[in-house]
C-alpha cells in the first residue's frame, strides 16, 4: 500500500490497515493532527483523545510516570508500551522527527505483542508522517496568516471591517473577546482549542492572535458570549489559567471596534487583579479600567496628591491617616462603622479626621478630595 497519500487521515488510514490496528497521530504536544476510521476496537483512552482531540491528561500523566515520553525523546525505534491499565489497552509508538526535532508520534492500539512486522511498517511511516505533518503545518501557517489579517481589519471597525466580516462569513450582532493568562499571552494552541469547542457547537465565530493577545470575534451577544466563554474555561484543562474579557455587542462589522476597545481594558484590568479562570465584561471591571487609565496621571504627580500628603504626616509623627481616609472611604463616610473597623472610638476618628484637614490639608468631607483618594487606594490594593 502507497503511503505517499495527499492528506494526515488518509495516512492513518492506510497505516491502520496495514497493521490491523487503529493508528493515531499526534503533535509534540499530543494533540490530534489525524486518526484511522473504521470499526476496529478501541479503548477509553482513544475515544477519549479523539473526542477532545488531546490525549486526556490522566492518561498522559500515566505514560508520563511510566518514562514513555523520556524514551520518545531518546529512542529513534519503535516502542512497546503495556501499562496494565483498563482505560488503555497496549500501545505500539514511535516518534516522529524532522531534522532531528520531535514534531509528533505514531500511536497504534493492540490487542497484544507487537510484531516484528508491525514494528517495520511504523519504522517506514516515519519520513512519510513527518513529510505530512511539515506540509499540514505550512497549510495551516498560510490559513491563519490570512485569518489574522480578516480578524485585524474586522476588529479595526470601518469600511474594511464590513469587507473582512463578508469574507469570514460572519453576520448580524458581533461581539469580541480578548484572551490572555493573568501574565501574558494566552497558551500555544488556544486558538485552535477554542475554535474547535465553539464549532462543536455550531457558533459563528473566528479567532486570531493579534499582538500577543487571542482575540475571538462571535457573531452573538454579549450575555451569550460570556456563556460559551465560562462553559470552555471549566472544560479546559488550562482553564485556571486564562482571563477572558468580552466587549459590547455591537450591531455591525464597522463598529467592531469599539467592541475590541472594550475589551481590551478589560483585559488590562483582569491582569492588573492578577486573578485567573476569570471572564468579565466592562461592567464588573469599569472602577478598575478607569484607575488604571488615571494612572499615568496620578504616578506623575503623586507626590502633590491627598494620599502622599497623609503619608508624610504618618511617617514624620506615627500617626494613622491613611488607614483612618481609608477605612473612613471604605464604609461610605459612615463614622460608626468606621470606627468599629479601626477598633476606636468613633470621637477617636472624628478627631483624626479633623487632623487629616488641619495637619495635611486633606479634607475628606470633599467630593473631589475623596475621588482621587479612592482611585489611589484602588490602585494600591
Known amino acids: ?22 493508528v493515531t ?55 512497546y508500551v503495556d501499562l496494565d491499565h483498563p482505560a488503555l489497552t497496549p500501545r505500539l509508538v514511535i516518534a516522529v ?35 505530512r505533518i511539515a506540509s499540514e503545518r505550512d497549510r495551516i501557517d498560510l490559513t491563519r496568516l490570512d485569518q489574522s489579517r480578516r480578524v485585524l ?35 500555544a494552541g488556544s486558538a485552535a482549542s477554542l475554535g474547535l469547542y465553539l464549532g462543536t457547537l455550531a457558533v459563528d465565530a473566528v479567532a486570531a492572535e493579534l499582538d500577543r493577545n487571542l482575540y475571538l470575534v462571535v457573531a452573538a451577544d454579549e450575555l451569550t458570549t460570556r456563556r ?17 474579557a468580552v466587549g459590547r455587542t455591537v450591531e455591525s462589522a464597522d463598529a467592531a471596534h469599539l467592541s475590541r476597545g472594550d475589551a481590551d481594558r478589560v483585559l488590562g484590568a483582569l491582569r492588573y487583579v492578577g486573578v485567573g479562570g476569570v471572564v468579565a465584561g466592562m461592567k464588573e471591571t469599569l472602577a478598575s479600567v478607569l484607575a488604571l487609565h488615571a494612572a499615568d496621571i496620578v504616578g506623575g504627580l503623586a507626590h502633590t496628591t491627598p494620599l502622599a500628603a497623609l503619608r508624610r504626616h504618618d511617617i514624620q509623627h506615627g500617626s494613622d491617616l ?20 479601626l477598633h476606636v472610638h468613633p470621637n477617636t476618628l472624628r478627631n483624626r479626621i ?18 482621587i483618594l479612592m482611585l489611589q487606594f484602588k490602585l494600591e490594593r
Open 322 to 341: 491613611v488607614a483612618t481616609a481609608q477605612a473612613f472611604l471604605d464604609h461610605g463616610g459612615d463614622v460608626a462603622h468606621s470606627s468599629a473597623a
Open 1 to 22: 500500500m502507497d503511503l505517499r497519500t495527499d492528506d494526515l487521515f488518509s495516512l492513518a488510514g492506510s497505516l491502520a490497515e496495514l497493521l490491523g490496528a487503529p
Open 97 to 131: 522527527r524532522e531534522n532531528d526535532r520531535p514534531v509528533g508520534s505514531i500511536w497504534v492500539a493492540l490487542t497484544g505483542e507487537a510484531s516484528a512486522a508491525q514494528e517495520a511498517v511504523l519504522r517506514a511511516a516515519v519520513p512519510h508522517v513527518a513529510e
Open 153 to 187: 481589519a474586522l476588529v479595526g471597525g470601518g469600511q474594511s471591517a464590513s469587507a473582512a466580516a463578508e469574507d469570514l462569513r460572519l453576520t448580524g450582532p458581533l461581539t469580541v473577546v480578548a484572551v490572555g493568562t493573568v501574565s501574558g499571552p494566552a497558551p
Open 228 to 244: 460559551l466563554a465560562t462553559d470552555f474555561l471549566t472544560r479546559a484543562r488550562s482553564g485556571a489559567q486564562f482571563v477572558v
Open 25 to 79: 497521530i499526534e503533535d509534540e504536544n499530543s494533540t490530534v493532527l489525524a486518526y484511522s476510521g473504521g470499526a476496529q476496537e478501541v479503548d477509553e483512552a482513544r475515544i477519549g483523545t479523539i473526542l477532545g482531540r488531546q490525549v486526556p491528561s490522566k492518561i498522559r500523566q500515566l505514560l508520563s510516570e511510566a518514562g514513555v515520553f523520556d524514551r520518545m525523546r531518546r529512542e529513534s525505534g519503535a516502542i
Open 354 to 371: 479633623r487632623r487629616c484637614k488641619q495637619m495635611c490639608d486633606v479634607d475628606l468631607g470633599d467630593a473631589d478630595t475623596r475621588l
